[in-house]
Structure formats: C-alpha cells, structure tokens
C-alpha cells in the first residue's frame, strides 16, 4: 500500500453526478459545489501491490470464491501465525483402500477447538458485488458465478478457519473504521472468558480498487471529508494546521491473541501484553465525534489499567507512545481535537509527556483495516516508532504536543484509539514484552510441545508458501521466529518515494477459462498422457501436489472433491481434448482418479 496518483482513474467521479459538499476553513460552513472538474476530485490514494495467494498455499479453487478483503486477510493470517511461530501440520484421511491421504495443511490437531477467528472489515464483499453488478453476473465463460453468494457474504472469518483448520469461536465485526481495535478487545473477552485459548484477529479493507474507488471516494466527497489535492506532502498532514481532508487507503492486518499459560507452553516470548480495552458507542452523529464522551472513556480505561498494574497516569504517559488514529480530516470537528482532549482527560498535565504517532501519511485511510494495531505492537517490540509524516506546521491550537519524528526507544507501553462512522469508540492498552526477534523463551520447552502436538518423535521446521509448516523428519531441526521482512520495512518506515505521475489502474486476471476457450483441442496420445493430465488439473483444483495423489484415490470419499468440483475438472479435460458431450455419461461410475 501507497500513496499514489490515481491517473486517469480520477475521471469516474465526474461520471457520477457528484455533488461535494466544501467546508469553510474558520467557519466550518458548508456549501455544495456540483464537481464537473477533475481537479474537484480524489486524486490520491492509498493503492494496494500485486497480490497471489498461490504463494500463500491457498488452493485456486478457493480463492475464486473470494471477494479482496477475503484475500488480503488471508495473507495477513498466515503472516501472523508464522510470525507468532504457530506452524501448520499436514493432515491425512483414511482411503476406502486404507492408505493415508494427505490433506490440507492446517493446526496441529490440539488446537484446532481452541482457536478462534474475528474478523474486521468495514466493506466487505463490495468489491466483488460492484464488479458482478457491472459483468451481470458473469463468471468469465458467460454464465451467472455460481460463487457469486460466498464473493460478497462476509465470510473471511469462516473461511480462514476452514482453511486452518480452527474450530473455536467465530465471527465478524463491522464497527466502521474501529472494527479491528473492536475485534482486538472481543477477542481478548473470549479469551478471559474461557471460549478459547487464542483468536486470530484479522482485518481488511480495499476500497481504493479499480471498482470501489469511485463509489467509495465519491461518498467522502459528498460528505465533505475527502482530500482532492495532488501532491501528498501537501495533503496527507496529520496533526499538521494544513489539514483539510482525509487520503483513503487500503490494507491488511493480523495479529495472534493467546493465553500467557499457552504462550509460556510453546516457549515464546509474545511481542506484548494486552492490558485492557474499551469498546462504546457515543450515541452521538453518523459522522462527528463526540469529544466529551471519548474524553470520559479514555480517561476510565487509562485509569482501570494504571490501578490494576500498579502504576500512575504520569509513569503511563512518560513510557508510552500514543499510536494516533488522526484522518487530517479538517480541524473543526477533526479527529485530532477530540484524541488530544483524550489525552488531557486521561494524563493531565503529563499527557505532553506522552509521543504521540500515527501512520495515515504513509498508508492513507485503511478504512477498517487496523493497521496501527499491528503497528503499534510492533512498536514496542523493535522499540522504534514512525514519525509523524510530512509534518510542517504543528496545529497550534492542539497545544504542546510531542509529535514523533521518528522516535527510537525503550517505549514500555502503547496506547491504541481508533474511531469510526456512527459513533464507533474502541480503544487498546498494550505492554512491550518481546525485545527484538529473541523470541524463543526456551528452547527445550518449545521443541517438546512441538514433538508434543505433532506427534513427530523429529522436527523439521520450514517456511514453505509463506508459512511456518513442520514435517517429520530424521532429526530436529528448529527456525528462529523472526518476521518475512525487516522491522524497520514492516513499521513502515522504509517507505519508498511516492508516486506523483500517473499510474495504470491494477489489471484484472484474466480466467483460466478465456484462456482455454481460444486454446485448439489437444490429441490424446497415450494413457499414461491422458492420465497425467487428469492428476495435474485434479492437483490445480485441490491444492495437493502431483506426487501426493495416487490414481486409486477417491474423488469425494478421499480427496473431498464435490460433484461441483467434479463436473469442474471434467469440463477442462472435455475443453482440453475437444470432446462432445456424451448424456449417457455419469461420473459417479467412476469414482476413483
């Protein structure tokens, strides 16, 4: 994700018949402008990279069954888990003729019924609902996608956990911009709770997509909130007198929720501790905070938090950095007004003790993608935290502050606020517990509940599709648990210079079906070819890889291939060969490869 021109994409709003409403900068009067030019539009925003959860190990099949949000959440999960050193297992079934199958790779069977999944979205499956609204439906070979109702269902929580295997509680949160920092605060209810013994909490949002992005930004335009600016340093300005409107932006967030005991008996070390958190309604505006009331909670949660761990306000505010949730929406009204009186409420005097950070200048708005809960924890782990982007001219008004320039230090403690539409409140404490990637407790105590969950008498860790896996081996062999990329590039601050020329919109992938339909039908040459192709594209379609199938495998007793999956691979080799169709042809007579 980064800030860029949006290029010729900015020429959609004015296909809208959009009305913006303009905001006076002292008065904070509102009048409504019709947008008939592009320099009255969006034309920054936060965009994502190139993607392939193929890299991720995740089966084709199942991910065209999923809307973006589904996909970018599903990488950020396995991101965490290797990052939290919780590996994925190979599993097996029985065949009919009693040979071990191999299945998907997922958690040790010990704790799939004590791991939970949130997810957190504030959008979820509109991409795919606008895209399918425009196609009609279309699946790519002219008939309506039988998908269509898992593409815009929220169902990222239930199909990461499908896909890891986790049977605990499951849910997803939509609290705006705040969903993340919500499911943060449930998943540690459920913990506390006895539900279950860790939760995986994911979030995702992507509304700066080539489909989206207009309706998206043409919403925040009318509501007066969106930046139409061109140059970023003039534009993305949190805490900085300039602001006057947010960039919207995109993203992906994880993070592993556990029990200490659970943590202790894996032999980790956590990144950090949670301490406490708030979630509340303000009953107050769609789109406005209510300043008095984030005040009172802050300073309730600060001070709940402080008595339970034995420490003042004050020691709180000099060891902690504040991790900011500051859109540079315009300073009547703002963001920033009501976190700082937060701030004040809960430190008092000392609150100008307290660094205060925030990562919107580099990302944009990520909607309910809480990236700063990631960040923020990370923070405290490498002891380093992003500066405060393309500040100039602090708000004066906002009164003595400390704004990160980039601070590097032994910060103990983070305070974590993000607010969204309708009133949404959900506020974090967290504890630094890790230093750096020594993260291993003990050795011994993690090598036996490997062996232990496994049931491997040698260990073999590796990274393979992105992901911890184990497998059995001659002899253990273990890997440090340390982050795919670099601290300092995951905090975001390695931030490359940002695009200020136009860019191309991201290019749709085009079905592997177009492909085939223009492809001439191949001769069959022999059995062993034909064959061959069969056990490749059965290998497409469910994840496994060539070696692991053998043509005495049942399709669905086995291998779990439905008859949709079924009448799948049959229609490619039908395609592939150029053979009619035979009515008198039933699959279920054969029912092995």
Request: hydrophobic residues 40%; charged residues 25%; aromatic residues 6%.
């Amino acid at each position: 994700n980064r800030i860029s021109h949006i290029g010729d994409r900015a020429k959609a709003f004015l296909e809208m018949g959009l009305v913006r409403l303009v905001k006076d900068a002292e008065t904070g009067t509102g009048t409504f402008l019709p947008v008939v030019e592009l320099d009255q539009v969006i034309r920054l925003a936060g965009v994502k990279g190139s993607l392939d959860l193929g890299e991720y190990g995740v089966p084709a099949n199942m991910v065209g069954a999923m809307d973006i949000t589904t996909k970018l959440a599903f990488a950020a999960g396995i991101e965490a888990l290797r990052d939290a050193g919780i590996p994925l297992v190979r599993t097996y079934k029985m065949s009919a003729s009693g040979k071990r199958v191999p299945q998907a790779w997922q958690l040790p069977e010990a704790m799939r019924d004590t791991t939970g999944v949130i997810m957190g979205s504030a959008f979820p499956g509109y991409d795919q609902l606008v895209d399918k609204l425009k196609s009609g439906g279309d699946d790519g070979e002219g008939h309506f996608d039988r998908r269509f109702l898992f593409q815009i269902l929220s169902m990222s929580h239930s199909q990461f956990a499908q896909f890891i295997g986790a049977r605990g509680p499951n849910t997803a949160v939509n609290a705006a911009c705040a969903s993340t920092t919500q499911a943060v605060a449930m998943a540690d209810d459920w913990i506390r709770l006895g539900r279950c013994e860790r939760v995986i909490v994911i979030g995702a949002d992507d509304v700066t997509s080539e489909d989206l992005l207009p309706w998206i930004g043409s919403g925040f335009m009318a509501a007066g909130a969106a930046s139409t600016g061109d140059v970023v340093e003039e534009v993305a300005l949190p805490f900085d007198a300039r602001r006057h409107g947010l960039v919207l932006g995109m993203g992906a967030v994880a993070l592993v929720m556990e029990t200490e005991s659970s943590c202790r008996a894996r032999g980790v070390v956590p990144v950090a501790e949670h301490l406490g958190s708030t979630i509340v309604n303000s009953a107050f505006h769609g789109t406005r905070l209510n300043t008095d009331h984030i005040a009172e909670n802050v300073k309730r949660l600060v001070g709940q938090v402080c008595m339970d761990n034995g420490i003042t306000p004050e020691e709180l505010a000099r060891n902690a950095f504040f991790m900011s949730h500051e859109t540079y929406t315009p300073a009547r009204g703002g963001s920033a007004a009501a976190e700082i009186a937060a701030l004040r409420a809960a430190f008092g005097d000392a609150s100008t003790e307290i660094t205060i950070t925030n990562t919107k200048g580099y990302t944009g708005h990520a909607m309910g993608a809480g990236i700063e809960d990631t960040v923020a924890v990370k923070s405290l782990q490498y002891g380093i935290v992003p500066p405060v982007a393309n500040l100039q001219q602090p708000d004066q008004e906002l009164g003595d502050l400390t704004l990160s320039r980039g601070e590097r230090r032994d910060y103990r403690y983070a305070v974590r606020l993000a607010a969204g539409f309708g009133s949404q409140l959900a506020v974090s404490i967290w504890k630094q517990m890790a230093r750096g990637d020594d993260r291993v407790r003990d050795p011994d105590v993690r090598a036996a509940w490997m062996h232990e969950v496994t049931g491997y008498k040698h260990v073999i860790e590796e990274i393979d599709s992105r992901t911890l896996r184990v497998r059995e081996g001659d002899a253990d062999r273990f890997l440090p648990i340390v982050p795919d990329v670099s601290p300092i590039k995951a905090l975001g601050l390695d931030v490359p210079d940002v695009v200020t020329e136009p860019g191309a919109p991201p290019r749709k992938n085009t079905p592997p079906s177009s492909a085939r339909a223009s492809a001439s039908p191949v001769k069959a040459s022999s059995y062993d070819a034909v064959l061959a192709d069969l056990v490749a594209v059965v290998a497409e379609k469910t994840g496994y890889e060539t070696d692991e199938l053998e043509i005495d495998f049942e399709l669905e007793a086995d291998l779990g291939i439905d008859t949709v999956k079924q009448a799948e691979i049959l229609s490619e080799l039908t395609d592939k060969y150029g053979l009619e169709r035979d009515d008198d042809f039933r699959i279920a007579d054969y029912p092995t490869i």
